[in-house]
């Protein structure tokens, strides 16, 4: 067996694998297909290129389980978040990035490491020897798939995320909107001030609605169903779920107050966030859409303050594909028919840039301890990486299986605190400060 570890990916799961793996001493190749093939959401052919959203979510590492991951990546010399924080722009208590100086810079970073070579070119099957890490993430091209499909002896679910439109921002009308983050949440005027608003009454929710409802949606391929993870929702579906569905979601009014009109109170609010360095461009935030494009144009234009809104991308939606990783990996995320293979990153079913990464950074360390005959103790549970991986390679439920974000529910019970949101914050506090000992317990076997 080669002592050189091949990672297919050169997105989050990708990247961050081979900057772990490289930095424990391993060579690493790491192949990735862009941009001599194409996918229809990438633009360039940088390796931890953005392609939806432009924020890793909440940055709080003792409140939100999202930033307890932020936490045990930067405590393991991460790349993304390291990079991340580099090209950091203000959303309130969230981490978003410049998302092209972002991948410009992952990209670099990699390239720069002496036992790091990048190739550019598509594999297409599952090799039958070497170390490898399959991080393809919901793209992975289809002649791949297929060499999934025929080793895993199962059809791969599939389920479609959605893009959200980017608005320059010199088209809003600013007499209109207002720069505020809910509950004025930040530490710096600059974060408090992250978000665009745009207000709406309740006649103009009501006509959006029903636009929304009205308007010309992408239609499915023949034997396509919609099964969407709930967290990338389009608008669209969530307006057929109900017409007060938005209003409690992206769209809800709360936390608020518009300046231009203090004493009205919005019916909903449609938010926007920064989407890079030099503020010229923001995006709808969870404003994912199936929307035709002459559609989408019409219908956000419909939202106060976007009605001569000029779009640097409309949104789009995808396919994709993850494994049945309870099935499928065993608990170090090696496939177990072929368990020279391991898989990470999206399509062992974790949700986000973050988890995707946090995957990647897994799979890369404990790929270098067995090439290097290292014994490693498993990955404690009450860290937020222990709960993700537990969760998707046995903790989940195998016939229901579903792609997870990271959270609290998949954390154990701290013993003699009491349940309910009163005790909520105490309870997160506790779960953070366990988990923080016990991830650094693990990475001491590291040292």
Known sequence: MTKQLHIVGGGMAGSEAAWQAAHMGVDVVLHEMRPKVETFAHQTGNLGEMVCSNSFRSDDDEQNAVGLLHWEMRAANGLIMSTAEQHRLPAGGALAVDRDPFAETVTARLKALPNVTVSYEEVTELPDDGHWIFATGPLTSPSLGQAIQRETGTEALAFFDAIAPIVYAESIDMSKAWMQSRYDKGETEEERTAYLNCPMDKDQYEAFIDALLAADKTEFHEGETAGYFDGCLPIEVMAERGRETLRHGPMKPVGLTNPHQPDVKAHAVVQLRRDNALGTLFNIVGFQTK?????????????????????????????????????????????????????????????????????????????????????????????????????????????????????????????????????????????????????????ANFS
Do not use: C
Request: hydrophobic share 40%; proline share 5%; net charge positive.
């Open 291 to 443: 929307m035709k494009y002459g559609a989408q144009t019409e219908v956000l234009r419909m939202i106060p303050g976007l009605e001569n809104a000029s779009f640097a991308r409309l949104g789009g939606i995808h396919r994709n594909t993850f494994l049945n990783s309870p099935t499928l990996l065993d608990s170090e995320m090696r496939l177990k028919s072929k368990p020279h293979i391991r898989f990470a990153g999206q399509i062992t079913g974790v949700e986000g840039y973050v988890e995707s990464a946090a995957m990647g950074l897994l799979a890369g360390r404990l790929a270098a301890a067995e090439i290097l005959g290292k014994t490693l103790p498993v990955v404690p549970q009450d860290s937020a990486m222990g709960a993700l991986i537990h969760h998707i390679t046995g903790g989940a439920e195998a016939k229901t299986f579903q792609p997870m974000n990271v959270n609290f529910g998949l954390f154990q019970p701290v013993d003699g605190l009491k349940g309910g949101r009163r005790g909520r914050k105490d309870r997160y506090k506790a779960y953070t400060d366990r988990a923080k000992l016990a991830w650094q317990d693990w990475l």
